[in-house]
């Protein structure tokens, strides 16, 4: 991308109205515009790092045979009235009247609406178990939207659904979506404790949520001090087996948030507790029957007799990620973009644009790293040197090549490390071999 075409509308003033780090630096990196209370318009750069995250939260979805599907934004109210939360649901619901008086409303999840399309289309416990997933935007009208997208009305959700012949495959499943979400974040350059949560108007028994550490978070979290050195750590996990023995690593010690805390437990835990705040960026339910038996999804079981499914609903804030990682990863200069989501993963920048030694290595560097395929955006616009650094490091690009007038002349340039602020002069090949 060559930054004099693209649309990058960064502020200089820190937004008045923005609480938090990551709200202003999305909004100072001209990520996303406010629209309405909680509505945001994700603008290009925005949308770049959304499309990344929720690219690997598909790609890990489908590594554990989670299929995936699209479900509409506006859902019937009939179906809410069938398990009984049109009423139970609240003011959090948006509710639609179309033009012949029927009910309609904007999904703020898809229990009902993935139960109905299961019940009629899926007869006979052969074809179970079944892992069915979307990504797709929910509306809740919070009472207090802020922080960005972190509390938006308008958010993009990754929304699973499991449906099992009994209790020890709903089991299966649920720790097939454990052991997913612990992969996603770690992919995503997050660590995110699996906390034993309430279960809220979804229901159900099991439940946690994923909370990663941040003193800006809304939930009271507690944990175990040994979660802060625990993670899969990219060791292979045989999808296929049996994944209690990892969920039990993980739900073994303690980490809860808000209602669920034990103060007896923490009391004995003494050092070994960590208290204090987090953003939950995930949540998974097992909840049984409560949908499947009011809205009547059955199946014909091995025995030639009807079976209620039991079912799971497993959630990510795809668009809550884009701040929960602005949030874990950042510094004065701005925000420091994972490799994995980073909405360009190297910006060069020709700090003379005009000088002719300068626009041959920017544009020779430009091309060989567009023809491998890396996402790299090229300040070649006609901006003082001083203007050019500290945009690249507002937007948090991870390398970034610098092109000097001095250097340019003996085919030497800059490489700097946003995370580390090292930067290394290198001859122009030796450069673009390390990105490669
Ligand atoms: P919260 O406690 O923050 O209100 P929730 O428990 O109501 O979230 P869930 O019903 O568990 O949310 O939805 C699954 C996921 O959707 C959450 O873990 C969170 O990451 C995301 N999410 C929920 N509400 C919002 C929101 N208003 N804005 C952005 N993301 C949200
Ligand atoms: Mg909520
Ligand atoms: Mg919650
Ligand atoms: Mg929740």
Redesign the pocket.
Known sequence: MLLSRYFLPTLKETPAEAQIVSHRLMLRAGMIRQSSAGIYSWLPLGLRVLRKIERIVREEQDAFGCVEMLMPTLQPAEIWQESGRYDAYGPEMLRIIDRHERGLLYGP?NEEMITEIFRSTVRSYRHLPKLLYHIQWKF?D?IRPRFG????RE?L?KDAYSFDLDRAGAIRSYNKMFVCYLRTFERLGLKAIPMRADT?P?GGDLSHEFVILADTG?SEIAYHRDFLHMSLAGQPVDLEGDLQPLVDAFTGKYAATDEQRDPAVEAALGEALVTGRGI????IFSFGTKYSRPMNAVVVGPGGDSVCVEMGSY???V??LVGAIIEASHDEAGIIWPESVAPFVVGILSLKPDDAACAAIGQRMYEQLVAQGIDVVYDDRDERAGVKFSEMDLIGVPHQLIIGPRGAKSGQVELKDRRTGERQELAVEAALARLL
């Open positions: 999840t809740r919070e997208v972190m509390r938006g958010f959700m809220g979804i809304e939950e960026v995930g949540h959630g990510i804030g668009s809550r």
